[in-house]
């Protein structure tokens, strides 16, 4: 059993990273075990920017959004001289085992420390994008897609005002999970995600057919990966007569506080995370699937392409 | 395969009954079956107060809570005379199976149409309890899930600021799903349900040590079903010296616009009820499980008694 | 006495609207007085697109964003033909003076109106810009401004996790008072907006040296009438080594339900318009000044320039 | 010009009184002047409980609800023995004055203090009751406001789902203005105030009568001052057969992030006070009335007794 570990979020924060932190920090406390965090990611680990937690730390952060042990991007940690530092860095403050809470470049990153130093690490998937393979819920993506539908309430009224198409933009760079579950959530006409084909043509005959049959407003989410929302509005505005607008949604959706969801499961994977970090476990990512918490080889985890729920993808077409 | 079909709504309102009403009837209409809505539940039934629906009459409803078909209770429908009546009232328009959104009383109410008239019955379990025996969600919970952690975000602030204890009673007569996930999610220091024992000098003692370490505030969440929030208050107020208040959170749980998950998930029910029952099934509810929609035996779904997961009841102990 | 009016919402749609139309509305009938709602602004009025109001056509609407009548830009207003062929729409009906709730622009288009046809014209001011002289309250731009900082409280989780500099770009193609209130209540370290000059260099330079300092992030709020959020930012990332992201709330700013604030004074505005058209008044806007009700010359408000208010101003200085 | 001054807030706690204290600290910090943070209101100036502050230690409170301070009531302060040595614990530090953030009674005991020893004082008026005399408005009013018009909506919901009667009852002991204007935004059709007389058996009436009208549902908003919530559902339910529900919102009504109004007002008046005392002004309370801030004698307001708005009584009125 390991007697020091340490945690750390890195890349882009996500709602609930914090809920996650402290149920890693209150288990290992729990079972004598001392904790540290690591502030900045990688970049905080390479300057030995780190402190020992206690369980005050950790206490009254459940409820907030982003990450109170601050995340960066680090080049360096690229760089085999950059996880050699960094493993020094751990070494010598006899600190065991590493809990990485992000999302796919930071498990990538963990990933390589493991391959490399044989260093145990379980890992924790921390990103609103809702892309990790090998599990169906990634910590924060309850939390956004919350937020967009709360925007949609927002759109739907001042373009329904105006019987305009409003074109929202929303993240997902390689994964349409978010647009798709928003939009089906917030009654969007179309969806567009990059893991589907779709044709503008059709679209925007389909919307002129729907606006003559009296339809008071069209909702278009899309996911940045499969468009840039800019050139959807363009391009319906040129073909059309109907007012067009796009809201590009942003870095909004990465904050808030975290919903329920993402605070009781954020706990869960926290909580067995560091018991199988503790155990001994390594090279794992603990992630939530068909309603459990499920371990899943980190290497796996990082080289393999999630697919959408073909579900989702169902429903969509059939209550619009 | 069925031609006509209606819905109703009944028993307490939940967020997400339109969302699943809205499914039922698009999916219906697009396999080219008619679809009745029933207002006010069994009531509206017997007065015969039911029209036809048509796809933009469950235009945007979506995102809103309540109920737009409305709901009631029914106490003719307790009786045959009342049974027969409403059996009547379907035959007579050539309704051939009906989907009943609503909580355990109402699933009942279906259970014996069912039963006695052999009449197509297929159910959603629409209640903020999460209650429903064989599946580990129904519609509403989440959205009133969240409703109480905005709540209790709200009474932290004035809690802490007055170094009191809270008790916040939430919904749940006979389950404490509700209590223990906002709980969790909310912080809460104790959290009371009628699944478990537990001593009011214990806590009273222990809460006394948490303050004498320098707790600035303690929030207890109480099930209704567990105790009386005043009375808990009431104990502690009577045998510390510690300023306690209580808020008891009432009908505010059930309203609100849906949360995504109540949303989508009430919508995959719904579409999977309507596919159901025009195919001919019967005496049956749709819920969701472990990741996905399943179906439960009508009977066995309102005369078992759900039980808590106890993994949750483990999560609240570890983490506080 | 006038015996019928009309009530016309007109240009960018603002939360409270509805307030506003339902006040109207409501006294007007009260005072026996017949309504009629035009549809889609000037746009409707031309189409003959008009409806008479009763009590209920107005019940349940004070809560919602956007606008029942609906809103419409019109280019045929802006000439002669245009003008009488909406007067005569009017004249036909019996319709004897017009409310005209809208901005700068709409306001204009009704001037027009009463000027050339002496047609009972009196204007309510909606919109989120708060932009109309002679008065330091529009409808909707306290809803507005909450929008705007419920946006900054998750984009500051997200830049106090990552140490960035967040550009936020709000509405305000003349008027700065958005960036200036929802700036002063976000905490942001620099407001930009029209009325005033900034320098980006020394900005620039202010804000390294408080990261130098231990900032953790630095909150920005343009207006988008002082400069593009993406070129401060752009300019900022050039001359920085600190990570700088930009966010253009857009149309969001436009919709939800309406705060107290905009309800209670639509009302009071609404209220106040109705009596004073019905007794023959014409050619005035009300607004709300000092804590009054205040009626404004509509020539007068349509033709000048309201300035910001000096005591903010001062107030986003002193503070940071 | 004073060299040190100490600020505490008492009482029950309000949105916007952390704005009030920042803007108070980082004002006389502006002006190179000490200033002292007293924790937990009188209490914590008997226990010796305070520390100088700096800029930063009001950094990243603006937007939260609740106070960073700490507030309690205190028995002692009551006593001629504990002003005295409250005022030793100030002289002591070379504290020259004091600025009081909080209610009614808080403002007493500031103002015996001042009356007692000479001690400069200012106050400002930190309460939810918005019953303070001589200004329209206290700091946290418009955040409470908006609270109770969330749950409105909520509430709504469920009554029109169930065709009830809805009977809220809000804070207010001696003054109705937030039920009032609560009311009016949530489209009440009866308000409760303790200002004005009502008829309860008239009201049953009434309402019995819109809902034979075809009414969906009724919302009742009862200030505590005026009658209990229960005793008017009680009522309401004995003598008629429509469906009554109570709801309380109770401690909920003080929480919550404050509105842009609470905070720019909070931070202008805090602005106002800490200038106020620091040039050697004492004995007077600053609030914000007829859209300025204005300075009232401490011994008139707390000694006079706040009248509502008739224009909001009237309004209440009109428009149902």
Redesign the interface.
């Known amino acids: 059993m390991l007697k020091s570990i340490a945690i750390m979020?890195s890349g882009?924060?996500s709602?609930g990273?914090n809920a996650a932190a402290?149920?890693v920090a209150?288990?290992a406390l729990?079972e004598g075990v001392k904790v540290w965090g690591i502030n900045?990611g990688y970049h905080g680990l390479l300057e030995e920017d780190l402190r020992e937690l206690e369980s005050k730390d950790v206490?009254?952060i459940?409820?907030?959004?982003?990450?109170f042990l601050?995340?960066?991007?680090c080049k360096r940690w690229q760089t085999p001289e950059g996880r050699r530092l960094g493993h020094e860095n751990l070494i010598k403050r006899g600190i065991e085992g590493l809990c990485v809470i992000g999302g796919d470049g930071s498990l990538r990153g963990a990933q390589l420390l493991s391959e490399e130093y044989g260093f145990p690490i379980v890992g924790l998937p921390g990103t609103i994008d809702n892309d990790v393979w090998g599990m169906?819920y990634t910590i924060g993506c309850?939390t956004a897609?919350?937020?967009i539908?709360d925007?949609?309430?927002?759109?739907?009224?001042?373009a329904?005002?105006?019987?305009r198409v409003?074109v929202l933009e929303v993240m997902g760079r390689n994964c349409g999970w978010l647009a798709l579950?928003?939009g089906?959530?917030?009654?969007a006409e179309y969806i567009l995600v990059p893991e589907e084909e779709f044709d503008l043509e059709e679209i925007t005959n389909s919307l002129t057919a729907a606006y003559d049959r009296g339809k008071?407003y069209i909702l278009i989410v899309v996911a940045e990966g499969a468009a840039s929302g800019q050139e959807v509005c363009d391009y319906i505005a040129k073909h059309t007569d109907i007012?067009t607008?796009?809201?590009?949604l942003?870095?909004?959706q990465?904050?808030?506080?975290p919903?329920?969801?993402d605070?009781?499961r954020a706990?869960?994977l926290g909580?067995q995370a560091a018991l199988a970090l503790i155990s001994g476990l390594s090279g794992v990512v603990f992630g939530y699937?068909?309603?459990?918490v499920v371990s899943v080889n980190l290497y796996d985890a990082v080289n393999n392409k999630k697919q959408l729920d073909p579900?989702?993808l169902h429903?969509a077409k059939?209550?619009?």
Chains 1, 2, 3, 4 share one sequence.
């Open positions: 979020t882009g924060d709602p990273m402290r149920a209150r288990t729990y900045d206490g009254d459940i409820q907030r959004g982003g990450t601050g995340t960066a991007r169906d309850d897609a919350n937020t539908i925007a949609i309430n927002k759109l739907r009224d001042t329904s005002a105006h019987r409003i579950v928003a089906i959530s917030g009654g008071r007012e607008r796009v809201s590009v942003g870095h909004i990465r904050g808030g506080a919903t329920v969801i605070r009781v706990s869960q909580e699937s068909k309603g459990h579900e989702y429903l059939v209550l619009f």
